[in-house]
């Protein structure tokens, strides 16, 4: 009869780290005074990170305008190899998230070119002119105060302003 093998003693796969010398416990964990110095030090991370980080939300967000405008750009550039136009500015952006009613004749409109249209960084929809005043097409915001003109955070923001280049621009 062929018997099972027998299985080790359970003590064989535990292992136990010898006792701290001279004091009989052993060592289980962090101290109360290597986690202080743990969080003083991340403490101090923050203090010298943070302020450099949030000093410049208003770069942050007229990057995050400029970027939003050229992704637009770019759908309207689709949109026009499949319609043969851009969208007049009373269709507007809309054209790019849903079919327009007067499309003309041979358009082959192919479905939404953007998933939904973006606000602005201020929570603005984004303006639009066709034809443009600075090229065929103008994308833009008018920043921080909502206001046309400015300097600054209240600077207006187009796709003039950005190194993607469009047809007939200047």
Known sequence: MHSLPSMPNPAFFTRRRPPLAGTGWRRAGFTLIEVLVVVVIL???AAVVVPRIMDRPGQ???ARAQQDIQSIQTALNMYRLDTF???D???G???LV???ANLPDGANWKGSYLDRMPLDPWHRPYLYLHPGVHGDV???TLGADGKPGGSGEAADIGNWDTQATQPGAP
Request: aromatic share 10%; no cysteine.
């Open 98 to 100: 849903q079919r327009p």
């Open 60 to 62: 942050a967000r007229q």
């Open 138 to 140: 103008d994308i833009y």
């Open 43 to 45: 403490a101090i991370l």
């Open 93 to 95: 952006l809309e054209a």
């Open 89 to 91: 500015t009373e269709q």
């Open 85 to 87: 136009a851009y969208p």
